[in-house]
């Protein structure tokens, strides 16, 4: 049917019509609270109206003498805002929102009002849900609406819904840090707060109830009542409250922080879920509690397994049970470790032409380099060892005893000592098989060789226990040596083999080393390293004293401001590493040092103090005197070659700023959110710092993301290593090597290939580039530096020992590294773990107790599941692998099978599983 009318036409302004200047001034004027109209009876729906002379119709017989008409009205109005519910999420409920305009008058009226009378507390408990909704606070008052509910009926909470709940428990907060510190400022003891508790008696039930457990660990931080929430843990919701306890302890001070692990511990050690109390005794660092499990608990398997958590973390502990002590002192670790390797078919060996594949660099730069070949040769060992490390076969040293003596000797001089310490690294973690192998090189004629077969020995028992003890007989008698380097070999050996062990033998006979003021400087610092390796984070006073004596002894220049006399420092610092306030006593003592020393030993030990506690305010003070150093000490015109050749030589060597820089990964270390900052922070360094503290950034970077390759972070230190200034190009060479250690980063090896073209003619930066390739293949990938573990939730105090001492070796890089002291970076050693996942079944007719078994499991990428509501997956983008599987630092795994389940929610390592009871195998398929 067609349609013949005409099409109306209307004209219509292409713009606004424009406004009056008095329209104009109206519209910029902010509007008044008391002039915003509330919905006028016409614009009211005929529901609306009802519901307003409801409301209206109570508070008129509110004012009613008669008090059964008052009850009836308050009454009415009670189930009125009860029961009625907002059209939106956010949006005020009806009734409440007609109350607001009655609130004044209300309020007058209760006053007026006997307060003992049932009625005057029905009518406050109607006002403190009225006063929730008010947009302004009397002066004085910040708690209105806790006031009135104070004033009525405080445990009846729950009737008027969870929102009002809420925000009683807030003022409930804002109330008792109120009271404790007006009685502070008095004078008085801490109140008692009957009232306050009666309340709070009656949230936490209810927030544990509507499973929402972080709200309830809020509310008793605030009122410092935390430690009542045990008695509130449960089997169905510890798992939230404990975690969410854990993950807060980052963000609060000392000692409020190590509270509430504790806490966590107890609620652990209540319902007997032993894997995981353990991880909290380590992270509290805790001797006690640890023997106090392991004597606890009953079970073997579950005993098994926190034995493997303790092997993991490299603490040592004698049980008397031969299969549990086996277990703890890594003894099998390299079977679990060639397991994993022949699983994935990677036990073939590689040449460092495998790792360097010159074949796809610049060919032209390549052939015209004029490097040392003995410098290149010590580069191969390094890479030779890294890349091998473990797999006890080499195409240099391990073919045979001819081609390895050959190898030995294309090294001149000390760099033999690197080259037959790097058969430790090649045989990692296997004493019986490793000490048969290098024991034959203590007979050679060259003290270089034997001096590196001892560093050797002391790399392949490093965190392994064998009951022969093997290390100690035999380093013991060259402590004494008339030969420098032999008694270097043995130090530096013992501290290696025995790190993290505390063992009081060590400590009688590395201390009158260090004290000898006769001994070289050198000898005196590689003790004190043993020392502090020995000893990390154990604030052992005695040797705390030896240290600080040590340095304070040094009072002439030449010896205050050598090179090596900042590793006596840095020693002292790894006694307290993670103490905090422990290490107070050690800052005020070395204000007796030299001037030279002071500073920098005061910086080194107040950073280690603080090391992996995420602590702000140390940040911040950190910070500052990065500022300090940038201020007083502005940067010279780069134009002028002379002020920048003067720059450069005043400012070498290690300095407090370039220590405050690396202090700031160190402190952030393992804080998620902590380590992003810190990212932003140096870019601001890199930007406005100093010379100095400009030279740390890129080591910081590497400490803040050891073993974890994030594209952010390549990108920076890939930009660095092309930096004029050539010691912060150096560092950022190394910081690409440990930032991908173990990886086999693509990206990374790519940039690497072609920093050795670009720095072909540079001895120095390609040594360095050479030795950054050799650690991202680190064990062919099947090694990881990061000392983090556990689900990102424990520190290793060795590992983090073993990598400071690298970090200090590199900012000094001309004296450490590429001087006489190259052997250095084996201290990456105590760093090494495997980042397999493998998992076990308990079997006693195994000399290990346990036996491999194959299981499914999904590996994908960690998701962050703290304080959420329900239960989230914990990983995403998952594939589905059989065990034996590789993680990667962002990985997290979860058991597929049905059949099996593991002892320990987290997935790392070695993972000991026992049947599931209630698993009920498949039927089989009829035929």
């Known amino acids: 049917m067609s349609d013949n009318r005409d099409l109306a036409t209307v004209q219509v302004p292409s713009k606004d019509p424009e406004k009056t200047d008095k329209e104009k001034a109206d519209a910029l004027k902010p509007v008044k609270q008391e002039d915003r109209k509330i919905d006028t009876d016409a614009d009211m729906s005929e529901e609306d109206l009802k519901i307003k002379s409801d409301v209206q119709d109570c508070v008129d017989k509110i004012y009613d003498k008669d008090e059964g008409i008052q009850k009836l009205a308050i009454t009415t109005l009670t189930n009125l805002l009860r029961t009625s519910t907002g059209s939106s999420v956010t949006s005020i409920p009806k009734p409440l929102k007609f109350c607001r305009a009655h609130y004044p008058k209300l309020v007058e009226h209760y006053n007026k009002m006997n307060a003992t009378s049932e009625n005057a507390k029905s009518l406050a408990d109607v006002l403190a849900l009225v006063s929730i909704s008010m947009f302004s606070k009397k002066e004085g008052d910040e708690t209105p609406s806790l006031s009135f509910k104070l004033k009525g009926h405080p445990s009846d909470l729950e009737a008027w819904g969870h929102e009002f709940l809420r925000f009683i428990a807030a003022e409930v907060g804002v109330m008792w840090n109120l009271r404790s510190a007006k009685a502070e400022e008095d004078g008085e003891e801490k109140p008692v707060n009957k009232d306050l508790q009666e309340i709070i008696d009656v949230i ?22 935390l430690e009542s929430i045990i008695g509130y843990c449960t089997k169905d919701n510890y798992e939230k409250i404990t975690s969410y306890l854990t993950a807060t302890s980052f963000y609060l001070p000392h000692p409020e922080n190590k509270e509430t692990v504790a806490i966590a511990f107890r609620v652990y050690h209540n319902l007997k879920v032993y894997p995981m109390a353990m991880l909290l005794a380590l992270k509290l660092n805790n001797m006690d509690k640890v023997e106090q499990l392991m004597e606890e608990c009953e079970d073997m398997n579950t005993k098994k397994q926190l034995a493997i958590m303790l092997g993991r973390q490299r603490v040592i502990l004698e049980t008397g049970d031969e299969t549990i002590d086996n277990l703890i002192w890594n003894t099998k670790l390299s079977e679990f470790y060639l397991y994993t390797a022949r699983d994935l078919d990677s036990m073939a060996p590689k040449a460092p032409a495998d790792v360097y594949k010159t074949h796809l660099q610049d060919q032209r730069t390549h052939l015209t380099s004029e490097i040392s070949s003995h410098q290149l040769n010590l580069a191969s060992t390094f890479v030779n060892a890294f890349v091998n490390a ?36 090649l045989y990692l973690w296997d004493v019986q098989e490793g000490m048969i ?54 130090i530096i050996g013992l501290g290696f083999a025995y790190a993290g062990s505390r063992r009081d033998v060590l400590r009688e006979s590395l201390i009158p080393i260090v004290m000898d003021a006769s001994e070289y400087i050198d000898v005196q610092a590689f003790a004190a390293l043993s020392l502090g390796l020995i000893y990390v984070g154990s604030c052992n006073e005695d040797v705390s004293e030896a240290l600080i004596s040590c340095l304070v002894e040094k009072q002439e220049e030449k010896q205050a401001s050598a090179p090596m006399c900042r590793f006596i420092a840095l020693a002292a610092g790894l006694l307290f590493l993670g103490s905090e306030e422990g290490a107070d006593a050690a800052i005020e003592s070395s204000v007796a040092m030299h001037p030279s020393i002071q500073k920098f030993a005061e910086a080194v030990i107040k950073i280690c103090a603080y090391a992996g506690t995420g602590n702000v305010v140390q940040i911040q003070a950190l910070l500052e005197v990065i500022s300090a150093s940038s201020g007083k000490d502005p940067k010279p015109d780069p134009k002028d070659d002379k002020n920048k050749n003067k720059e450069a030589e005043k400012e070498k060597g290690i300095t407090p700023e370039m220590v405050s820089a690396l202090g700031i990964a160190l402190v952030a270390i393992g804080e998620p959110l902590g380590t992003e900052m810190c990212k932003r922070m140096f870019d601001s360094v890199l930007q406005y710092g100093s010379g100095t503290s400009r030279r740390a950034v890129p ?44 990886t086999n980063n693509a990206r990374v090896a790519s940039l690497l290939r072609n920093l050795a073209s670009y720095y072909a003619k540079e001895a120095n930066h390609l040594f360095l580039v050479r030795v950054a390739q050799g ?86 990428t960690y998701v962050d599941t703290v304080a959420q509501a329900g239960k989230p997956a914990r990983i995403t983008g998952f ?8 993680l990667q630092h962002t990985d997290r795994a979860e058991l597929a099978s049905e059949q099996y389940m593991p002892i320990t929610p987290i997935l790392e390592g070695v993972v000991l599983l026992q049947e599931d009871p209630s698993y009920v195998p498949p039927a089989a398929p009829k035929i």
């Open 204 to 225: 936490v039930p209810y927030y544990l109830k509507q499973a929402s457990e972080p709200a309830a660990c809020d509310l008793l931080t605030e009122c410092d009542q």
């Open 390 to 425: 473990g797999f006890e076969c080499d195409t240099l040293l391990t073919p045979s005893t001819d081609s390895g003596n050959e190898w030995m000797y294309k090294n001149k001089e000390s760099r033999m000592m690197s080259a037959a310490a790097s058969l430790g690294l």
């Open 437 to 490: 192998k290098i024991d034959k090189y203590l007979y050679s004629s060259e003290d270089y060789i034997k001096s590196g077969t001892l560093i050797a020995m002391g790399i392949l028992n490093c965190g392994v226990k064998d009951e022969c003890d093997p290390a100690l007989a035999t380093m013991d008698d060259y402590l004494q040596n008339k030969s420098r380097d032999l008694r270097l070999g043995a």
């Open 699 to 742: 080591l910081a970077l590497a400490m803040a993301n050891i073993s974890s390759p994030l594209l952010s972070v390549v990108d920076t230190l890939s930009k660095l290593s092309h930096d004029p200034d050539s010691e912060t190009s150096m560092n950022a060479i190394f910081a690409l090597g440990i930032v991908a250690a173990g």
């Open 775 to 860: 650690i991202v293949m680190l064990g062919k990938g099947h090694l990881t530096l990061s000392p983090i573990h556990s689900d990102r939730s424990l520190l290793s105090p060795v590992a983090l020992g073993g990598l400071l001492v690298t970090m200090f070796a590199v900012m000094d890089v001309e004296n450490t590294i590429l001087g006489p002291h190259h052997y250095m970076l084996y201290y990456l050693v105590t760093a090494m773990s495997p980042r397999f996942l493998i998992t076990v079944l308990p079997d006693d007719d195994d000399d290990r107790g346990v036996t491999e078994k194959a299981v499914q499991c999904r590996v994908g």
């Open 879 to 886: 594939q589905t692998h059989d065990t034996p599987v590789l």
